[in-house]
Structures are given as structure tokens and as C-alpha cells.
T-cell receptor
Framework: EAQVTQNPRYLITVTGKKLTVTCSQN?????MSWYRQDPGLGLRQIYY???????DKGDVPEGYKVSRKEKRNFPLILESPSPNQTSLYFC?????????????FGEGSRLTVL | AQSVTQLGSHVSVSEGALVLLRCNYS??????LFWYVQYPNQGLQLLLK??????LVKGINGFEAEFKKSETSFHLTKPSAHMSDAAEYFC?????????FGTGTSLTVIP
């Protein structure tokens, strides 16, 4: 089954404790991206990747890091989480960079930073 | 700069009534436009998309949308609402490698 898998789905952590949210897709997609969803703000793009070792900032990259060492994986790293990063995070993938077209979304990871 | 505006954060309709969710966009280049639906505790699913060609696009579950370049709009409609249509709906714009989402419209269907 074609899917985007995120882990963990739910996480409560404390300020400053590094965490990683993993994302994996099994569709051989070139393009992957991360979004955060906040009430009244919709989805905002954090980072995206056009292919292995190629990443770029979206609209809200501050406080986040990403890496793309393999085509299928695109982890989101919070080196020193803060309460304003409490949010619902989505990973998504698309067939090709440049003409991305449809995005396929994971089920989301709800993060709470105390 | 690219942006998407969804008019109305909450829309309520009676079961069987017309559904109309509004989306306007701003883009300096020809955009790809999408409508996604999000059910509680789930990710976003594609309803329909406009890339090029026919401006009236049909999607899943009886939804359709019309791309109107002169009005910079991409409104979502469904002739007859069903209880299962209750969800959050997002309009999105894609130019190159970037996606821009609207703030969402929560649809309530009243029995």
C-alpha cells in the first residue's frame, strides 16, 4: 500500500530536549516536505527536499533541521524544542521536484513542548 | 508573492443542500490548485486538482471546482451535502517546489 509514515504520532516533551520525527514514503517520490498546522493558520511549509541531499527552507524554518540522506526518508529534527513549536506536524511527498503536483500526506504527529 | 485566501472559516449547510467553499489565490506564475479534505485525526486527502486544460474539474465524492483566472478563484462545490462531508477543507496552491495552503474551512452538515 502506498503510504507516508510518520513516527511518533503523539509526543510530549520538555523544552530543550532534542527530538526527531521520522517520515518515510514507499512511493519512490523525489519530493518530500514538512508542514505544521496551527489553528487559524492552516498549514505552513517548514522545509522541503527536491531529492537526496537537496533541501530548502519553506516559510517557517526557524528552530527546525532536516536531512535527506535516502530517497525514502526525511526526518524533522528539533534540536532545542520550545513551547511555540507545540503543533501538529505533517510530512508529505510528491512525485517529482519542479512539477510536484499532488502531495501525499502522512497521518500527522502531534507534538507538545512543555 | 503567492497566497491563498479561504473565505469563511466555518460553513454550515443542511443535509441535501448545496455546498460552496470559497478560495481565492494570488500568484505571479500560472499555479496548480488543489482542494484537500481532512477528517478528524487524519492527514489530508486530495479531493481534486487543477493543473492545465479544462477549468471545471471533478473530484471524489461528488465535489467539483472551477478555475476562474479572471477572478483568481477556485471555489469548491457539491450539489447535495451528505453527513459524511463534515470535515476541514483546505485550498492549496503549488508553484514549483513550494506549496501554499489556505487557513481552512470547517464544514458542518446539519441533519
Amino acid at each position: 500500500e502506498a503510504q507516508v509514515t510518520q513516527n511518533p504520532r503523539y509526543l510530549i516533551t520538555v523544552t530543550g530536549k532534542k527530538l526527531t520525527v521520522t517520515c518515510s514514503q514507499n512511493m519512490n517520490h523525489e519530493y518530500m516536505s514538512w508542514y505544521r498546522q496551527d489553528p487559524g493558520l492552516g498549514l505552513r511549509q517548514i522545509y522541503y527536499s527536491m531529492n537526496v541531499e537537496v533541501t530548502d527552507k519553506g516559510d517557517v524554518p526557524e528552530g527546525y533541521k532536516v536531512s535527506r540522506k535516502e530517497k525514502r526518508n526525511f526526518p524533522l529534527i528539533l534540536e532545542s524544542p520550545s513551547p511555540n513549536q507545540t503543533s501538529l506536524y505533517f510530512c508529505a511527498s510528491g512525485k517529482a521536484a519542479g512539477v510536484v503536483g499532488e502531495l501525499f500526506f502522512g497521518e500527522g504527529s502531534r507534538l507538545t513542548v512543555l | 508573492a503567492q497566497s491563498v485566501t479561504q473565505l469563511g472559516s466555518h460553513v454550515s449547510v443542511s443535509e441535501g443542500a448545496l455546498v460552496l467553499l470559497r478560495c481565492n489565490y494570488s500568484s505571479s506564475v500560472p499555479p496548480y490548485l488543489f482542494w484537500y479534505v481532512q477528517y478528524p485525526n487524519q492527514g489530508l486527502q486530495l479531493l481534486l486538482k487543477y493543473t492545465t486544460g479544462a477549468t471545471l474539474v471533478k473530484g471524489i465524492n461528488g465535489f467539483e471546482a472551477e478555475f476562474k483566472k479572471s477572478e483568481t478563484s477556485f471555489h469548491l462545490t457539491k450539489p447535495s451535502a451528505h453527513m459524511s462531508d463534515a470535515a476541514e477543507y483546505f485550498c492549496a496552491l503549488n508553484t514549483g517546489n513550494q506549496f501554499y495552503f489556505g487557513t481552512g474551512t470547517s464544514l458542518t452538515v446539519i441533519p
